[in-house]
C-alpha cells in the first residue's frame, strides 16, 4: 500500500489510537497486565513494517572517492587522488555515464523491497537534485547536479522517484543535516575549517549554515510528493517541526519514529544482544512498558566489508551468509534497511543484483508457503491449534501478530502433542515479544510419523486479547 492508502485504512481501523485496554477485558487462561497502555502503530509506521526490506541506497560523489563520512577530505577534494574519479570538489566528477534508476528497482523489486532511499545529499555536500538554494554571500549553491560544472544536467532525484512510483515502491531521501564537507560542517555540527579552508570550500557561521540546509531540506520535502521516509543522520539541527509540517506521513520523524538496533554489522544478537525486541519503547530492544510505538530496524550492508559507497573489488555477502542476518534482524521483528552501492556507471553492479535477487527468492520460497497455518483474535486466540500432517516435516515455526492493534503478547509458549511426554506436549519454543514477526528456528527437524500431531500456541501473558495474524509451521528451507 502506499502511504496515502496506509493512512485511510489505519484511520479507519483505529480511529481512537492510542487507547487503554485494562485486564478485565481477557477472560482466559492468559495472565494480563493490569493498566498496561495499548500502545498502536501510526499509519506511517504501520506501512514501514508491513515489509522485510528498505533498499538504503547509497550513490553520491562518495561513489567516485572512496567510502567514508564523509568520503571527501584533503587527500581527494581538490587534487585527484588514485583511488577516485576526480578532484570531489569538482561536480563534474560525479558522471554515472549509463545512469538507469529503473535498474536499480529490478533488484529492490526482486529483494521484496517495498521501500527504497536515496542519499539525496551526505557527508561531502554534494546534492542529487539541482537546488535553488542561495549560499549566504549571495552566489548559487554550484555543488549539484544541474550546476553548471556539473557532468549530469538531469535530477537524479526526479529520476529515482519516477522510477519507484512505476515500480510501486514508497520512497524517501536521505539528507545529512548536520554534516557537509563543501560547507565546512562536521558530523556533530562543528566547523571543521578552523585550520584550513580548502579551495572550493565555504566558510560559513552555523546560523548562516543552518539557513542554507533549511532551503535544501524545503526543496526535498515538498518538491518529490508524499515521501514514505525520511532519514537523517546524526542531529536535525532544529528542523523537526518543519519536517513534520511538510512531510507528515513520513515515517523517521519525531512524530512517527523508529528505533536502531545499534549495529550495522547484520548481526546484532552478537553485537548488541539476543533478548526479545519491541515495537515499544526507546533504546536497541525497546521496554514492553513504554508509551510510544517506535519500530526498530537494522542497517547492514551488501559488502562482507563495512563498506556503503560503492568501491572497486569488494567481494559481497553469499546468500548463505545474508540467511542468518535475515533471521537475526527480521525474524525477531525488525525491518532489514539493506545498502544498495551503486557504482560508477550508475547501476546495480551484476554481482550485487544476483545476491539481492536470491535472497528474496529464498525468502518467498522458504515463507511463502506453510506446512500448516491458523490465526486467531480476540479472548479465545490465547490458545490456536495446528495440525501438521503425518509424513510432514517442519524445523521453524513463524509468529506475526496484527500489530495494527497492537504488540499484545507478552509471554507465550509453542509445543508439540507427545503421548510420551509429561503432560502429553513437548516444549519447543518461548518467547516474550511476537510483534510483526517472529521467526523460531528449532535445533532439528521434526517429522510428523504414523498420525497427525497438534502445535499449540499457548499465550500466557498479554495486555488485550491477542490478535495473531499468523501462527505456522514451515519446512526446512535450502541454505538454512
Same mark, same amino acid.
Given at each position: 500500500?502506499?502511504s496515502?492508502?496506509?493512512?485511510s485504512?489505519s484511520?479507519e481501523?483505529?480511529?481512537?489510537?492510542p487507547?487503554?485496554i485494562?485486564a478485565?477485558?481477557?477472560?482466559?487462561?492468559?495472565?494480563?497486565? &493490569?493498566?498496561t497502555?495499548?500502545? &498502536?502503530?501510526t499509519?506511517?509506521?504501520?506501512?514501514?513494517?508491513?515489509t522485510?526490506?528498505?533498499?538504503?541506497?547509497?550513490?553520491?560523489m562518495?561513489?567516485?572517492?572512496?567510502?567514508g563520512?564523509?568520503?571527501?577530505?584533503?587527500?581527494?577534494?581538490?587534487?585527484?587522488?588514485?583511488?577516485?574519479?576526480?578532484?570531489?570538489?569538482?561536480?563534474a566528477?560525479?558522471n554515472?555515464t549509463?545512469?538507469n534508476?529503473?535498474?536499480?528497482?529490478?533488484?529492490?523489486?526482486?529483494?521484496?523491497?517495498?521501500?527504497?532511499i536515496?542519499?539525496?545529499? =551526505?557527508?561531502?555536500g554534494?546534492?542529487?537534485?539541482?537546488?535553488?538554494?542561495?549560499?549566504?554571500?549571495?552566489?548559487p549553491y554550484?555543488?549539484?547536479?544541474?550546476?553548471?560544472?556539473?557532468?549530469?544536467?538531469?535530477d537524479v532525484?526526479r529520476?529515482?522517484?519516477?522510477?519507484?512510483?512505476?515500480a510501486?515502491?514508497?520512497?524517501?531521501?536521505?539528507?545529512?543535516?548536520?554534516k557537509?564537507?563543501?560547507?565546512?560542517?562536521?558530523?556533530?555540527?562543528?566547523?571543521?575549517?578552523?585550520?584550513?579552508?580548502?579551495?572550493?570550500?565555504?566558510?560559513?557561521?552555523?546560523?548562516?549554515y543552518?539557513?542554507?540546509v533549511?532551503?535544501?531540506?524545503?526543496?526535498?520535502?515538498?518538491e518529490?510528493?508524499?515521501?514514505?521516509?525520511i532519514?537523517v543522520?546524526?542531529a536535525?539541527d532544529?528542523?523537526?517541526d518543519?519536517?513534520i509540517?511538510?512531510?507528515?506521513?513520513?515515517?523517521?520523524?519525531?512524530v512517527n519514529?523508529?528505533?536502531?538496533?545499534g549495529?550495522?554489522?547484520? =548481526?546484532p544478537?552478537k553485537?548488541?544482544?539476543s533478548?526479545?525486541?519491541w515495537?515499544?519503547?526507546p533504546?536497541f530492544?525497546?521496554?514492553p512498558?513504554?508509551?510510544?510505538?517506535?519500530?526498530?530496524?537494522?542497517d547492514?550492508?551488501?559488502?562482507?566489508?563495512?563498506?556503503?559507497?560503492w568501491e572497486?573489488?569488494?567481494?559481497?555477502?553469499?546468500?548463505?551468509?545474508?540467511?542468518?542476518?535475515? =533471521?537475526?534482524i527480521?525474524g525477531?521483528?525488525?525491518v532489514?534497511?539493506?545498502?544498495?552501492s551503486?557504482?560508477?556507471?550508475?547501476?546495480?553492479?551484476d554481482?550485487?543484483?544476483?545476491?539481492?535477487?536470491?535472497l528474496?527468492?529464498?525468502?518467498?520460497a522458504?515463507?511463502?508457503?506453510?506446512?500448516a497455518?491458523?490465526?486467531?483474535?480476540?479472548?479465545?486466540?490465547?490458545?490456536?491449534?495446528?495440525?501438521?500432517?503425518?509424513?510432514?516435516?517442519?524445523?521453524?515455526?513463524?509468529?506475526?501478530?496484527d500489530?495494527?492493534?497492537?504488540?499484545?503478547?507478552r509471554?507465550y509458549?509453542?509445543?508439540?502433542?507427545?503421548?510420551?511426554?509429561p503432560?502429553?506436549?513437548t516444549?519447543?519454543?518461548?518467547?516474550?515479544?511476537?510483534g510483526?514477526?517472529?521467526?523460531?528456528?528449532?535445533d532439528?527437524?521434526?517429522?510428523?510419523?504414523?498420525?497427525?500431531?497438534?502445535?499449540?500456541?499457548?499465550?500466557?501473558?498479554?495486555v488485550?486479547?491477542?490478535?495473531?495474524?499468523q501462527?505456522?509451521?514451515?519446512?526446512?528451507?535450502?541454505?538454512g
Amino acid at each position: 500500500l502506499t502511504s496515502d492508502q496506509w493512512q485511510s485504512v489505519s484511520s479507519e481501523m483505529a480511529p481512537q489510537w492510542p487507547y487503554w485496554i485494562l485486564a478485565g477485558l481477557v477472560q482466559s487462561s492468559a495472565t494480563a497486565v &493490569v493498566g498496561t497502555p495499548l500502545v &498502536v502503530p501510526t499509519p506511517a509506521q504501520a506501512r514501514y513494517q508491513d515489509t522485510d526490506f528498505v533498499a538504503l541506497i547509497h550513490f553520491n560523489m562518495g561513489t567516485y572517492a572512496h567510502n567514508g563520512d564523509p568520503c571527501c577530505d584533503a587527500s581527494n577534494w581538490d587534487v585527484h587522488a588514485p583511488y577516485a574519479a576526480g578532484p570531489t570538489s569538482d561536480p563534474a566528477t560525479f558522471n554515472p555515464t549509463k545512469l538507469n534508476t529503473t535498474q536499480w528497482m529490478e533488484s529492490i523489486t526482486n529483494l521484496g523491497a517495498n521501500i527504497a532511499i536515496l542519499t539525496a545529499k =551526505h557527508g561531502c555536500g554534494f546534492t542529487l537534485w539541482p537546488t535553488k538554494a542561495m549560499l549566504p554571500d549571495g552566489s548559487p549553491y554550484g555543488y549539484s547536479v544541474g550546476s553548471p560544472k556539473a557532468a549530469i544536467k538531469d535530477d537524479v532525484l526526479r529520476m529515482f522517484v519516477d522510477s519507484a512510483e512505476t515500480a510501486g515502491v514508497g520512497y524517501g531521501f536521505y539528507y545529512s543535516i548536520m554534516k557537509s564537507f563543501y560547507l565546512c560542517h562536521s558530523f556533530s555540527g562543528t566547523n571543521s575549517c578552523t585550520k584550513t579552508v580548502l579551495p572550493g570550500q565555504h566558510n560559513f557561521t552555523a546560523d548562516e549554515y543552518t539557513a542554507v540546509v533549511k532551503q535544501q531540506v524545503t526543496e526535498l520535502w515538498t518538491e518529490y510528493g508524499n515521501l514514505t521516509e525520511i532519514w537523517v543522520d546524526s542531529a536535525t539541527d532544529g528542523l523537526d517541526d518543519l519536517m513534520i509540517q511538510l512531510q507528515p506521513q513520513a515515517v523517521g520523524t519525531r512524530v512517527n519514529p523508529t528505533g536502531w538496533c545499534g549495529t550495522e554489522s547484520g =548481526h546484532p544478537s552478537k553485537d548488541v544482544g539476543s533478548k526479545d525486541v519491541w515495537s515499544i519503547g526507546p533504546g536497541f530492544f525497546g521496554d514492553p512498558d513504554g508509551s510510544e510505538w517506535i519500530p526498530k530496524f537494522c542497517d547492514p550492508q551488501l559488502f562482507q566489508d563495512h563498506i556503503w559507497f560503492w568501491e572497486p573489488n569488494l567481494a559481497v555477502r553469499t546468500l548463505a551468509m545474508m540467511i542468518p542476518i535475515y =533471521h537475526d534482524i527480521v525474524g525477531r521483528g525488525m525491518v532489514m534497511e539493506l545498502a544498495f552501492s551503486i557504482d560508477r556507471d550508475g547501476l546495480v553492479e551484476d554481482t550485487h543484483a544476483v545476491v539481492y535477487k536470491q535472497l528474496g527468492d529464498w525468502v518467498r520460497a522458504c515463507y511463502g508457503t506453510p506446512i500448516a497455518s491458523t490465526s486467531g483474535a480476540g479472548p479465545a486466540a490465547v490458545t490456536l491449534d495446528l495440525t501438521v500432517r503425518a509424513g510432514d516435516t517442519f524445523d521453524r515455526i513463524q509468529l506475526q501478530e496484527d500489530t495494527i492493534s497492537g504488540q499484545r503478547v507478552r509471554n507465550y509458549k509453542v509445543a508439540l502433542s507427545n503421548a510420551s511426554a509429561p503432560g502429553g506436549w513437548t516444549p519447543i519454543a518461548t518467547g516474550s515479544a511476537i510483534g510483526t514477526k517472529r521467526i523460531h528456528l528449532l535445533d532439528h527437524n521434526i517429522t510428523i510419523t504414523a498420525a497427525p500431531a497438534t502445535l499449540r500456541l499457548s499465550i500466557t501473558q498479554t495486555v488485550a486479547p491477542p490478535v495473531i495474524s499468523q501462527f505456522a509451521a514451515f519446512a526446512p528451507c535450502a541454505q538454512g
